[in-house]
């Protein structure tokens, strides 16, 4: 089982006086095939949490780990099958949104004709599949989250972490967004995802609510939604 798992976690940015405690003393533990939310208002620690998940962040206590492998950074993170959709979606904006979610894919050692089928399919599933051809600066920003989004799917990550996926989204694209991260950890990963967004939210297995670094649950996983 890839269960992400978070004990103890905290992160601090700057030094001295300046120094800020972006999350205290978090624990957490998502199984595949479970959709976690992370609620908070702005500045709560939302990002550094998904961050921090990643690898990318390093915690000043506490630890990540990955089926009881401890991750230790970016790059170790990546190899794992950890993937990372960051709120400014991250795409080459000269280059067409089907080679944005294709080239990684081949990168990584993909055969070609594996990568532009998952391609395509994950355009697909995002609602993309008439803008292949065009250059992400010709897209809108919603748009382009969802070109960020495919790269993700197609990748087939063990964790998926995306960072208000439904942020710019109209509710007919929330919902699409939303069935493909469900449809994501039915496949089996771990998918997590920070929104401010009470309607996506709620759509999801469990809440876990941060103010000013401190989480709660709101809903803890394995519970069931309350209509
Ligand atoms: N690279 C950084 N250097 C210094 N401080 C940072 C850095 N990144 C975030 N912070 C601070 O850490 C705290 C948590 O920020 P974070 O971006 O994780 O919050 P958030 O909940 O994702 O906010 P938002 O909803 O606005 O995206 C904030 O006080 C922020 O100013």
């Known amino acids: 089982m890839h269960e992400l798992v978070a004990r103890g976690l905290e992160v601090r940015y700057g030094a001295g006086e300046a120094q800020i405690v972006a999350l205290r003393d978090v624990d957490l533990m998502v199984q595949p095939g479970q959709l976690l939310a992370v609620t908070g208002p702005s500045g709560a620690g939302k990002s550094t949490l998904l961050w921090a998940l990643a690898g990318a962040v390093p915690p000043s206590e506490g ?12 790059t170790q993170a990546a190899a ?7 709120q400014g979606n991250g795409l080459a904006s ?19 004709d594996e990568a532009f089928r998952r391609t395509a399919s994950a355009l697909a599933l995002v609602g993309l599949e008439e803008s292949g051809n065009h250059l992400i600066e010709e897209l809108s920003g919603g748009q382009q989250q969802r070109v960020a989004l495919a790269r993700a799917f197609a990748a087939q990550a063990t964790v ?13 694209n929330r919902e699409r967004v939303m069935s493909a991260l469900r449809a994501e950890a039915q496949r089996g990963a771990v998918v997590v995802m920070a929104t401010h967004d009470p309607e996506a939210a709620e759509q999801t297995d469990g809440e876990l609510h941060l103010d000013e670094g401190v989480a709660t649950w709101r809903r803890p996983l394995g519970q069931p939604v309350r209509r």
């Open 63 to 74: 630890t990540v780990g990955l089926a009881g492998t401890g991750l230790t950074d970016r």
């Open 80 to 86: 794992l099958g950890v993937a990372i959709v960051p």
């Open 94 to 112: 000269s280059l067409t949104a089907a080679e944005n979610v294709v080239v990684p894919l081949l990168t990584a050692g993909v055969a070609a």
């Open 160 to 172: 998926l972490l995306a960072d208000e996926p439904t942020s710019d989204l109209d509710a007919a």
